[in-house]
């Protein structure tokens, strides 16, 4: 089985930023993706950020483009979400995931483990 735990979370002023990270422990699987998803109170969770393994491949929903950053460390089984000009509508519980395969997709139900989420509040 594969823990992800989730930091970095808080809350700031719009225009400001926050730095997430996602740990993976356990049996985790080489060669794998690690992806950011958002879920805001009464919204679907929605598709942030996504990271191959060697990190060549990055994805980005249109709405954070320019603003966030995903990285990883696979050393140390990490990635991280630089978030920057940060606006109330980013407010949002952020939930780690982590695919088994090296496909970089959007897809929420394509991910096998996930996180319980870090809540980042954006205030105007």
């Known amino acids: 089985q594969v823990r992800l735990v989730e930091s970095g979370g808080g809350s700031v002023q719009a225009g400001g930023s926050l730095r997430l990270s996602c740990t993976a422990s356990?049996?985790?699987?080489?060669?794998?993706?690690m992806a950011w998803f958002r879920q805001a109170p009464g919204k679907e969770r929605d598709f942030v950020a996504a990271i191959s393994w060697t990190g060549g491949r990055i994805l980005y929903a249109d709405s954070v483009k320019g603003r966030f950053t995903i990285s990883r460390n696979n050393a140390e089984n990490t990635n991280y979400l630089q978030m920057n000009a940060l606006k109330p509508e980013d407010t949002a519980l952020y939930y780690c995931?982590?695919?088994?395969?090296?496909?970089?997709?959007?897809?929420?139900?394509?991910?096998?483990?996930w996180g319980q989420g870090t809540q980042a509040t954006v205030s105007s």
């Open positions: 356990g049996r985790t699987p080489s060669f794998n993706t």
């Open positions: 995931a982590l695919d088994k395969s090296n496909r970089v997709i959007t897809t929420l139900h394509t991910y096998d483990f």
